[in-house]
Each structure stands twice: as C-alpha cells, then as structure tokens.
T-cell receptor, first 117, second 114 residues
Framework: DAGVIQSPRHEVTEMGQEVTLRCKPI?????LFWYRQTMMRGLELLIY????????DSGMPEDRFSAKMPNASFSTLKIQPSEPRDSAVYFC???????????????FGPGTRLTVL | QKEVEQNSGPLSVPEGAIASLNCTYS??????FFWYRQYSGKSPELIMF????GDKEDGRFTAQLNKASQYVSLLIRDSQPSDSATYLC??????????????FGQGTRLTINP
C-alpha cells in the first residue's frame, strides 16, 4: 500500500506568493494532521481533521494559513501571502481512529520543504 | 514551559552501549506517550508507545513511564550506528470527537559512535 503522499516535495517561492501544499492520506484512514517542523520550534501541529471535519486549528499561526479537506482522500494547506518565516518542512500525517478511542499510529508523509525567499 | 520537554542533545554513545533518552511532560491528563525516530531529511516513524506505568520492551528498545513524576524514557540496548537519529517524544493531549492530538518535544539528537 502507498503511504501518505505529499506534493510538492520541494517548493521555493518568493515572499508574497501563494503556496499550496497537498496531501493524500492512507486509504481508509479517517484522521489527517498537518505539522510544521523547524529547528527553532520543532514539530508543531497546525490543524487536524477527523472524517474530513476540522477539529482543532489552534496551531495555525495566522490568517495567512488555511487548510481544507474536501474529501477523505485529499487535503490542502495554503499560505497566502507567504513570508520568509514560513520556511519549514511541512508534514502531513494520517491515522485510523476508532470510536472507542485508544491510539492508532500516525503515519507521516515525506514532507514538503518550503523555502520562501 | 513547553508541554513536552526533551534534552536536545546531541547525545553521543559508543556502539554497543545503552542509550538513554529522557522526556518530561506537564499535562497530568496525558495518558499515552510515544517515541518517534526521525532520520535526517526523513519523516518521523513510530518506534514505541506506552500508556501504563512501568516498562515496555520491544527488541532492543525499552520505554519507561512514571506518571507520578511525569517522566518518560527510552532505552536503546546494544546501540548500533543505524540508531543515530533524532528521537521525538510525544504525549497524547486530548481525545475529542474521535480524533487524536499529539504534542511533540523538540527531539534529542543521538549519535552512535562506532
């Protein structure tokens, strides 16, 4: 089975441009997570979805960031306008969570390395 | 204070020795804890999780949890050069509407010296 798929793998853009990152979760998974990783701040959760519904977006840094999950197999993270401080690796992860709770492993995609000049 | 704290290292251990990685957390409501390994330039991958006080062993890896002290550790026995990576500690922060939220520490960079 394919794992979590992210595109693009690398993105270099200029300040002020719109950036769209894409994620395809593992088929059958019902939860999707967007993370950002930098040397200074480590791995931070930006937003997560359960059954395509955004549950917690408290980690989204500001209004320039938005995320959507129009269906179970696709999600986007958009930054508009982008700024140099947005440069980071953005990971998407998915998991299968049952109604009874417990924990199911979060599987991470390969990440998108974003550089904003 | 960060919710999950780790010593960022680097931690250097000779090959064959025991590597000990530590993590503390501030939310007493956290019930489950996870260790992820991340090789340079790669994505995190889960290696251990633990939710009961005490030790949990899986091959060369042992996770230890002490909820009273809010302390989690990972021991790697017979360390190999291939264990050189950054190890991320994470705590499950909440159960809400069926989804799960993990809070990650900064990670500890481990180097195993041949």
């Amino acid at each position: 089975d394919a794992g979590v798929i992210q595109s693009p793998r690398h993105e270099v853009t200029e300040m002020g441009q719109e950036v769209t990152l894409r994620c395809k979760p593992i088929s059958g998974h019902n939860s999707l997570f967007w993370y950002r990783q930098t040397m200074m701040r480590g791995l931070e959760l930006l937003i997560y979805f359960n059954n395509n519904v955004p549950i917690d977006d408290s980690g989204m840094p500001e209004d320039r960031f938005s995320a959507k999950m129009p269906n179970a197999s696709f999600s986007t993270l958009k930054i508009q306008p982008s700024e140099p401080r947005d440069s980071a690796v953005y990971f998407c992860a998915s998991s299968l969570v049952g109604l009874a709770g417990g924990y199911n492993e979060q599987f991470f995609g390969p990440g998108t390395r974003l550089t904003v000049l | 204070q960060k919710e999950v704290e780790q010593n960022s290292g680097p931690l250097s251990v000779p090959e064959g020795a025991i590597a000990s990685l530590n993590c503390t957390y501030s939310d007493r409501g956290s019930q489950s804890f996870f260790w992820y390994r991340q090789y340079s330039g790669k994505s995190p991958e889960l290696i251990m999780f633990i939710y009961s006080n005490g030790d949990k062993e899986d091959g060369r890896f042992t996770a230890q949890l002490n909820k009273a002290s809010q302390y989690v550790s990972l021991l790697i026995r017979d360390s190999q050069p291939s264990d050189s990576a950054t190890y991320l500690c994470a705590a499950k922060a909440q159960w809400f509407q069926g989804a799960q939220k993990l809070v990650f520490g900064q990670g500890t960079r481990l180097t195993i010296n041949p």
